[in-house]
């Protein structure tokens, strides 16, 4: 069946690095979406991504659509305190009612 | 302020009991969904409407069930028949034209 693939599982960064988490799914996706989940929180969107090849930035954080519309990705700049938590992709699933979610990529903030 | 409203945060039940979940929208959103999350996982999802008495199984719905009766309302129960029902329970909802999800806070079920 249609997966979604979210990698790493965790990363452990000094504040102040850089972060990236990658998603790919086993079918070609009409769109991307990215949420953040706080620790003890409920997810939070972030941003959709549509286009072939799109990138699309938030201050710190660019996203990246696949030019196959397969893959995606979210990188961080200097990490800052503030940006802990699992970050999860999630694609729609063929109804389009349905999201397939990414297992999410939890980064840690090394004290 | 519009959002989704879940009650209660914390649960605690006994084995072998029933228990409902509100989940209560106030953004006029045609589309729900209740997931489901453990420690450490993504979402996964029980059950979803996407219109007023009409509800379809997710991925996980087997030791659950669901009432649509009010555009606004989407009750999760959890029957004793859920092997292991203590988990983070996610009600979510959407509009027309976009698939952005919004979230409520979340109940939490621990089972004793």
């Known amino acids: 069946g249609q997966q979604v693939m979210q990698i790493p599982q965790y990363q452990h960064v000094q504040e102040g690095e850089d972060f990236t988490t990658y998603c790919n799914s086993s079918?070609?996706?009409?769109?991307i979406q990215w949420y953040k989940q706080r620790p003890g929180g409920h997810p939070v969107f972030l941003i959709q991504?549509?286009?072939s090849g799109e990138v699309k930035k938030q201050k710190r954080l660019t996203f990246q659509f696949g030019e196959a519309k397969k893959n995606s990705s979210l990188h961080i700049t200097a990490t800052q305190t503030t940006d802990v938590g699992t970050y999860f992709c999630?694609?729609?699933?063929?109804?389009?009612?349905?999201?397939?979610w990414g297992a999410g990529t939890k980064l840690i903030i090394k004290p | 302020d519009g959002g989704i409203t879940q009650s209660p945060k914390y649960l605690f039940r006994k084995e072998g009991q029933n228990v409902t979940l509100s989940c209560e929208q106030n953004?006029?959103?045609?589309?729900m969904y209740w997931y489901r999350q453990d420690p450490g996982q993504g979402l996964r999802l029980i059950y979803y409407?996407?219109?007023?008495?009409?509800?379809q199984k997710g991925d996980i719905a087997e030791g659950y069930s669901v009432s649509r009766e009010k555009k606004e309302s989407f009750p999760l129960t959890v029957t004793s028949a859920q092997k292991n029902p203590t988990a983070f329970y996610l009600c979510?909802?959407?509009?027309?034209?976009?698939?952005?999800?919004?979230f409520g806070e979340g109940s939490r079920l621990t089972v004793l």
């Open positions: 999630a694609g729609p699933k063929d109804s389009n009612y349905q999201l397939i």
């Open positions: 953004l006029n959103h045609d589309a």
């Open positions: 079918t070609t996706l009409s769109n």
């Open positions: 409407s996407q219109i007023v008495n009409d509800f």
């Open positions: 979510a909802s959407t509009g027309q034209g976009h698939r952005k999800l919004f």
């Open positions: 991504l549509v286009k």
